[in-house]
Structures are given as structure tokens and as C-alpha cells.
């Protein structure tokens, strides 16, 4: 007879918590609205907040297909625990490269871009800590 040791491991797949399903679906919301209105509107935004069009427009395009990946997983039974983190992971990585951003010599932002940076970063931050912590929840 040999021993047997049952190492615990997290199941691969989540049954998302309501926070958590609200955040995705807050974060779907918000991300397809910065992105088409940082798509559509580049050529207007860049004159108010100092930042390139080029910037704007691309940072809004990668929001729509971003926007209908995490609201199809907010109406979810189950999700992968891997596309969760990644979602939270990239989040916090984006609200971190945003304050970077304004405060580096890559763009020359006006006090309205400077707002309007941080402003995004801090939501997306958030829509992260609410993540994590539906996730936390999820079972």
C-alpha cells in the first residue's frame, strides 16, 4: 500500500461571483465608451488634452475588442481562472502605464489631458481591485 498525497489545487474554471460579474460588465460599459469616443473623436480630444491623435485613436481601437471580450464574460456561468487574471493583470497594467504616461516626457499633455489620463487610470484601477476581489468571492 502506498501513500497518498492530494496536493489541493484551484480549479481552472470560476463560477463568477455577482461582483464580479458587475465589474465586467462596468468595465465593458466604460471601456467601449472611452473607446469610441478616443476612436471617433481623436481629432477633436487631441487639441483639448495635448496628446497625439495617433495615441488616442489606437489606445480607443484597442478598447472595443477589449470591451466585448469582458462584457461577454460578465454574462458568463462559468470562466476560465486564467482569462480572469489576465483581465485583472491588464487592468492594473493599464492604469500603471497611464500615470507613467502623464508623468514622462513622451507626451506633453494640458491640464485637461493631464484629468483626463488619471481620471481613466483611477476607474481602471478600480474596475481591477473589483475584479480581484469578485473573483475572490467566485467560486
Known amino acids: 500500500m502506498t501513500d497518498r498525497t492530494f496536493i489541493e489545487t484551484k480549479p ?8 464580479l460579474k458587475r465589474a ?21 480630444l ?16 484597442v ?4 470591451a466585448a471580450l469582458v462584457g461577454w464574460m460578465g454574462f458568463k456561468a462559468s470562466l476560465p481562472r486564467w482569462l480572469v487574471w489576465t483581465v485583472i493583470l491588464g487592468n492594473f497594467a493599464w492604469a500603471a502605464e497611464s500615470v507613467l504616461l502623464v508623468f514622462s516626457a513622451w ?4 491640464a485637461y489631458g493631464i484629468a483626463f489620463v488619471l481620471a481613466q487610470a483611477f ?17
Open 12 to 19: 481552472s474554471a470560476v463560477i463568477p461571483s455577482t461582483l
Open 24 to 44: 465586467l460588465q462596468a468595465d465593458a460599459v466604460a471601456g467601449a465608451g472611452s473607446g469610441l469616443l478616443m476612436a471617433a473623436g481623436a481629432g477633436v
Open 46 to 61: 487631441d487639441s483639448v488634452t495635448g496628446l497625439p491623435t495617433d495615441l488616442l485613436r489606437y489606445a480607443g481601437l
Open 63 to 66: 478598447l472595443l475588442p477589449y
Open 107 to 110: 507626451v506633453a499633455p494640458t
Open 123 to 139: 476607474v481602471v484601477a478600480l474596475f481591477a481591485e473589483l475584479q480581484f476581489f469578485g473573483l475572490k468571492r467566485s467560486r
